[in-house]
C-alpha cells in the first residue's frame, strides 16, 4: 500500500518568516496529495490540494509542489503569522480519488513573535 | 450549513467495556469516513461508506470493532470489548462523492482505563 513521510516533525519559525514541510510518497500511481491543518483538540480542515496534472498551485500565503519523478510534494507558508501555528498534515490518494487518503506522520509548526 | 457532527465528544471507559461513537455526515454527503487517529500520528482509515455500503473496511478490526450506516445517513462505530489500546481519538469525515473533499467532524476522544 501507500506509505506517506513527512518531515520536519516539529517547526519553528519566526513571525514573518517562511516554513516548508516536505512529504514523500511510494506509490506513483497516486494523484491526489491534501494538506491539512489540526489546531489542538479541533478537526482536521483542509488548506489547499494538487492534483497530478500541475506542479504548483497557490492561494494567498499557502502554496504547494509536487515533483512526480521525485515523488515528493511539499507546502510553503509564506509570511507566517501566529494563527498558523498547528500541526499540519500531508496525505496521498492511492487509487486518484479522494477516498483512499494515506496521511503523513504530521508536523507541529510553532510561529513565535 | 452545519458541519460534520460527532458524539460524544469525550468517553471513559474501562476496558472489556462496550463503546459507540455516532456521526451525522453534511447533508447531501453520500460518502462517509471513520478514522482513528493515535496521539501525535495522521489520522488512519478504519472504514468507508458509499451510501449504505461499506466499500473499504480492510483497515476494520473485524473481531472487536463494527459500523453500519443504515439509509445511508447517520453512522454507527462500535467496539465491543474495548481494549487498552483503542485510546484514541476516532474521527467521521464526509465527502460529496469519493472524489470530493473529505470534511472532519470534531471526533470522539477515547479513553480505555
Known amino acids: 500500500g501507500e506509505n506517506v513521510e513527512q518531515h520536519p516533525s516539529t517547526l519553528s519559525v519566526q513571525e514573518g518568516d517562511s516554513a516548508v514541510i516536505k512529504c514523500t510518497y511510494s506509490d506513483s500511481a497516486s494523484n491526489y496529495f491534501p494538506w491539512y491543518k489540526q489546531e489542538l483538540g479541533k478537526r482536521p480542515q483542509l488548506i489547499i490540494d494538487i492534483r497530478s496534472n500541475v506542479g504548483e498551485k497557490k492561494d494567498q500565503r499557502i502554496a504547494v509542489t509536487l515533483n512526480k519523478t521525485a515523488k515528493h510534494f511539499s507546502l510553503h507558508i509564506t509570511e507566517t503569522q501566529p494563527e498558523d501555528s498547528a500541526v499540519y498534515f500531508c496525505a496521498a490518494s492511492l487509487t486518484g480519488t479522494a477516498s483512499k487518503l494515506t496521511f503523513g506522520t504530521g508536523t507541529r509548526l510553532q510561529v513565535t513573535l | 450549513e452545519a458541519g460534520v457532527v460527532q458524539s460524544p465528544r469525550y468517553k471513559i471507559i474501562e476496558k472489556k467495556q462496550p463503546v459507540a461513537f455516532w456521526c451525522n455526515p453534511i447533508?447531501?454527503?453520500?460518502?462517509l469516513y471513520w478514522y482513528l487517529q493515535n496521539l501525535g500520528q495522521g489520522p488512519e482509515l478504519l472504514i468507508r461508506?458509499?451510501?449504505?455500503?461499506?466499500?473499504?473496511d480492510s483497515q476494520l478490526p473485524k473481531d472487536r470493532f463494527s459500523a453500519e450506516r443504515l439509509k445511508g445517513v447517520d453512522s454507527t462505530l462500535k467496539i465491543q470489548p474495548a481494549e487498552l489500546g483503542d485510546s484514541a481519538v476516532y474521527l467521521c469525515?464526509?465527502?460529496?462523492?469519493?472524489?470530493?473533499?473529505?470534511?472532519f467532524g470534531p471526533g470522539t476522544r477515547l479513553t480505555v482505563l
Open positions: 469525515a464526509s465527502s460529496l462523492a469519493s472524489y470530493n473533499e473529505q470534511f
Open positions: 447533508s447531501g454527503h453520500n460518502t
Open positions: 461508506y458509499e451510501n449504505e455500503e461499506a466499500v473499504d
